[in-house]
Every structure is written in C-alpha cells, then in structure tokens.
C-alpha cells in the first residue's frame, strides 16, 4: 500500500475514534472526521464509502494490533495463561466504552460487529491452528473458531453494557474463563 494512503487512512481512524471519546457517533460528520484528520472531504470518500466502514476499520485496526502479539496456543502445554495482549485490548475498549457499547449494543452496527466477529475468527484460528481440546479434535477449526468468536463477542457486550463498566482486568477474567470454560460443564469431583 502507498504510504500516503496508509497515512491517511490511519488519520482518519484516529479522528473517528478521537472525536467518538468527545460525542455520540450519531453527532460526527464526515466534515468534523476530515477536519481533524485535517484532510478534505473528497480525501475521505477516496477512502471511504462511509463512516460505518471507517469506524468497522477503526476498530479492526485495535484488534489487529493486539492480535499481531498473542502467542500460538498449545494443547499439550495445559492450561494457557490469560495472555496481557487480551487485557490491552479490554483496556481499549474500555476507553472507547460508549463507542463499543453503541455499536454491539442491540441496536448497533451489523457491519462493525460482523468485521470484528470475522477478525476474532481469523485470531483464533492463527492461534490454535490444529490443535484443540482432545475432546474437540473432531470439530472443523472454523466451526471452533466461531464459537469463540461468539462467546468473546458476547461477552465484550456484556461488558460495556454494564454501568459503571467494571476494569477491563475484571472482563478480562471474565472472558478468559468463558473461553476455557473453567469449571463450566464439570462437577468439582469431576463428573459431568
């Protein structure tokens, strides 16, 4: 990608994000977007078809970051720990937290929730590649990586619906518990 393309876009996802900390969403226009990534109006519809598909990038974008670090998971290692990417991503989240909670909340963006569910997707697989819970060897890694992605989806709206939202080490804790099931599905004698 053209440096220059890459530059702008980026200063346009960091406006977004800027001005969604300032007001509602609804209340920013492409104008106040471009204006603070101090690009023109015609700059942003070069890049953009709309301010749905910038924020739904915005938002990848944080994902993506924190996905870039997290280690590849192994069965035969136990029980992994809580990787810190996972709380460094709950800790973005938490400083967009009425941005997050608009748009998963029940009357949010299908776009943004789809392109993040496909992200966490495409994480997990990476993560786990073939490797999973001996009692889930015989399920195909997309259907796996779907559930999580639910269930971590799930959760983060969860989360950020809660008022006053909880610190993000909390939902991450949370969240990792979910996604490993601990103590889920088993009796503490370890029956089911």
Do not use: C
């Amino acid at each position: 990608m053209d440096p220059r393309v890459a530059r702008t876009r980026a200063s346009l996802r960091h406006a977004l994000l800027e001005l969604a900390r300032e007001r509602p969403l609804d209340e920013i226009t492409v104008g106040d977007i471009a204006g603070r990534a101090r690009v023109n109006r015609s700059s942003f519809y070069q890049h953009y078809a709309d301010k749905e598909t910038l924020l739904a990038d915005a938002l990848e974008d944080a994902l993506h970051d924190v996905s870039t670090q997290l280690p590849e998971v192994s069965a035969a290692a136990g029980t992994p720990s809580m990787p810190v990417e996972l709380l460094t991503y709950l800790e973005h989240i938490a400083s967009h937290a009425a941005l997050y909670r608009r748009v998963l909340g029940d009357h949010g963006s299908t776009v943004v929730t789809a392109r993040l569910r496909n992200r966490i997707e495409l994480i997990v697989i990476d993560a786990v590649g073939t490797t999973r819970p001996a009692a889930l060897v015989d399920l195909p890694v997309d259907v796996f990586a779907s559930g999580i992605a639910g269930s971590a989806l799930g959760v983060i709206t969860a989360w950020v619906a809660r008022d006053p939202l909880p610190p993000p080490v909390v939902a991450a804790d949370w969240l990792w518990k979910v996604l490993l099931g601990i103590g889920a599905w088993r009796e503490p004698d370890g029956t089911s």
